[in-house]
């Protein structure tokens, strides 16, 4: 019996991340309620709050759970989350590990492109969200400069930027690509992104 409760507090909850996602999509984050969540999810206000405190915890549940599941990403005491195959990868340091990663990176757009554009909307009309998306990117910058690291590679004073400008090129080409017409292929894409990588991180 507890462990049916708990699988349908763990469906509930998931309900309403979804709901809140799916009506963030469709009618941004200022105009929805949390009745509307509530109420797409198929249950209450009440309800709502036994889970989230409120639609600002919900959007930074949908950042720190379904973002980084989507990317693989693991909890990490040092900087709130890791992916240890970045790490891995910019320790390695080859052009195929780079071109690799990128091209499984590149699958996940669909799932994390949403959130991370809902995200920066929220953000300019919730307090609570300032820079939400920034703090998250500034995980996956510590994992480049850890492998930077890991690798003896770049000055130390290097390899935190570096991460800035590789991280900063690989979010405005996932935002973007699909609402641009830059006259590349998807393949062509991302080995031009990996040619930079490579560049910047090697």
């Known amino acids: 019996m507890a462990n049916l409760r ?18 963030f999509k469709t009618k941004g984050y200022a105009a929805t309620t949390v009745d509307d969540i509530a109420t797409a999810a198929g249950t209450t206000r ?11 915890e919900l ?11 989507a990317l693989q990403r693991e909890r990490s005491p040092e900087h709130g989350s890791t992916a240890r195959d970045l790490v891995a990868t910019v320790t390695e340091g080859t052009p195929e590990a780079i071109m690799a990663w990128l091209r499984r990176t590149a699958d996940s757009w669909p ?5 991370i554009r809902i995200g920066r909307d929220a953000a300019v009309v919730d307090p609570e969200l300032t820079d939400l998306v920034e703090r998250w990117l500034e995980e996956a ?16 004073h290097q390899r935190h930027f570096r991460g800035v ?5 690989l979010d405005f080409v996932a935002q973007h690509w699909d609402r641009t017409d830059w006259k590349l292929t998807r393949e062509q894409m991302i080995e031009e992104l990996g040619a930079s990588w490579v560049r910047l991180l090697t």
């Open 59 to 69: 959007m930074k549940a949908l950042i720190d759970e379904q973002l980084n599941e």
């Open 165 to 169: 400008l590789a991280m900063a090129q």
């Open 6 to 23: 708990a699988a349908q507090k763990r469906m509930t909850r998931r309900l309403l991340l979804e709901s809140g996602l799916e009506l």
């Open 111 to 115: 799932a994390i492109r949403p959130i």
């Open 141 to 156: 910058i510590s994992d480049i400069e850890d492998g930077l690291a890991a690798a003896g590679r770049l000055q130390p």
């Open 46 to 56: 009440v309800t709502f709050y036994a889970y989230f405190a409120s639609r600002s």
